[in-house]
């Protein structure tokens, strides 16, 4: 099959591997019909020293099951699935909580033995505890959207319900990314008042006042806090939605949290170290997010957009083949695309 | 009157000052009848730089209303009362939401213009919004345990709170001082199945087991990490109390939370900056806490205190008199004693 690799910074090559196989018998094979490219794949995409042998990358995606092992009960041939960007048993104590990124058995996609999602099929590890059932479309949009609850859209959903977004209270979005814009779309989702979408690029942040941004703050740094302030009675917002993963990011988020209030992390963050000294403590302000349980979210977000009442597909403003997948890397990277889709 | 004012490090004296008077409508002058030192009057009397001109120090007490401002209509001459470690109005936006700590017209005691809680009389502002009416006692024991609604007993409840320590949850308690046992204390009440507390004074450690803790772990550091993950199936606990403010008292709370667990502080931070990169996200740990706003649990806490269910009065070890408050703060500083009552 063709796959897409990974072989340095800059790097990403699309190359015939062999086709996957069911090694365990709680694996199930799924020949891929949508993936994309994430934010995240950026990160590798500008700094991963340069490697003789390619690694898979890519995790997200969804497809048609051809073959499963014979422990699963879940899935067969024939089903669309959508796969979460971690692969998890669904069994353990962390699944059943649902924190499924912390599975006892689980794992990421492009870990060594494992397939990456940037292909045309995939062996999927503990094939019950993560792959979701979908039923059968070959509408575009829908399936651009479905594709989005392997990650993105899950992801925004996670920060919104971490930072305690609900009915009535008012948000900051930091980010214009597909990860911020899901963001907005998922508190809008869970009723907040005012969305404050911080980001400087007119077609994203246009998308994002689709989605339910009411304030768009194009300024950045102190000039953004203070903005942010102006719109909020000078008290800043009950949640703060911190979508890019950089330092400058998560501190303006804190220069804009209302006391009380919760600033929540689904960028990775790239700080080792982060200022949470006295400001922080004396306005009683939370910290939270992290990596999303998407497979937790799924089954809660899926009725929304198989129904259409929300559209995250959205996000995606340029389709590729696979052999056009390098491209869609240097896209993203120069940000000439907000999110590449890619269609098998 | 007599009052206590700190000086500097190591320098805190009793002195003479003017007897508090009304100054606003909505003030009352309290008569003390306990006061205490906390743990946090430690870091001053550590590290003040010298000064000319004392100021007023301590901000725990309760006693009985002398007098009372034209508008104060929630207390009267003769009550009983109680003071939160910060007054503040009760009416803003942040009093109405329980957070009074950043009430907008609220305040610290010993703040220039304002007593200090050291002293014989103390004048209340925003006395309504501030003070809560008590039934009158002389029970020795029932008046120490009243005194710690006005800050450590409220705090240790704040930890267990914002980490979400509720029924079945596990904890561990970092910090074997008066918070961290009033922490204990609160976890208890909330219903925690294992309280690990973590400290190295047997005599406290000895409280911490009464007050509700399952075990106890002397180590520090990777040993001490090491010791509770043994304690916890090696998951670490749900929630952790961090009743210290140090950065490795900080650095051991991450070292036991479980994935998807929360660490709380409520010893006020000596760092300005922490660790919160990548572990920390992709553990999905959530750091929460801050200062507590005592004034919001008081009424939630003071039914099982005056029934007797809840004894936080046992962290005082020692009872001194107004004159002798510095020996007080030297055998705190000293560890002789860990909490010391001012009975007046």
Redesign the interface.
């Known amino acids: 099959m063709r796959a897409t690799l990974i072989y340095g910074a800059g790097d990403v090559r699309v190359e015939t591997v062999p086709d996957p196989k069911l090694v365990e018998p709680s694996d199930a094979v799924v020949r891929v019909v949508r993936a994309c490219v994430c934010g995240s794949d950026l990160w590798p995409y500008a700094s991963l020293p340069a490697r003789e042998h390619g690694r898979p990358i890519g995790h997200e995606f969804l497809g048609v099951v051809e073959e499963t092992g014979a422990d699963v009960t879940g899935v067969r041939r024939g089903d669309l699935v959508v796969a979460p960007f971690k692969y998890s048993d669904g069994t353990c104590e962390?699944c059943r909580?649902g924190?499924q990124?912390?599975c006892l058995h689980g794992g990421n996609w492009g870990e060594p033995g494992v397939d990456g999602g940037q292909g045309e099929a995939v062996r999927v590890p503990q094939a019950d505890g993560t792959l979701v059932r979908l039923p059968h479309t070959e509408d575009e949009e829908l399936l651009a959207s479905l594709l989005t609850l392997s990650d993105v859209f899950p992801t925004g959903h996670h920060s919104a319900v971490?930072a305690g977004v609900s009915k009535g209270k008012t948000v900051t979005v930091i980010g214009d990314g597909a990860v911020g814009l899901s963001a907005v779309l998922a508190a809008k989702r869970l009723g907040a008042e005012q969305i404050v979408l911080m980001g400087r690029h007119p077609a994203r942040t246009d998308l994002g006042r689709e989605f339910g941004a009411t304030d768009v703050v194009t300024e950045r740094g102190e000039e953004g806090v203070e903005k942010v302030r102006e719109l909020t009675a000078a008290r800043g917002t009950h949640t703060v939605l911190e979508c890019v993963g950089t330092l400058p990011a998560f501190e303006m988020g804190l220069g804009v949290v209302r006391?009380?209030g919760a600033l929540s992390?689904v960028g990775?963050?790239q700080?080792?170290?982060?200022?949470?000294?006295?400001p922080?403590?004396?306005?009683?302000?939370?910290?939270?997010?992290?990596?999303a349980?998407a497979r937790h979210y799924i089954p809660e977000l899926l009725p929304d957009v198989l129904e259409g009442r929300y559209q995250p597909g959205r996000v995606f403003d340029r389709t590729v083949g696979i052999e056009d997948v390098p491209t869609g890397y240097q896209a993203m990277a120069d940000r000439e695309a907000l999110k590449v889709l890619v269609a098998f």
């Open positions: 962390f909580e924190l990124t912390s971490t006391p009380g992390r990775v963050p700080y080792p170290e982060g200022p949470i000294g006295r922080v403590f004396l306005n009683n302000i939370t910290i939270t997010g992290g990596v349980p």
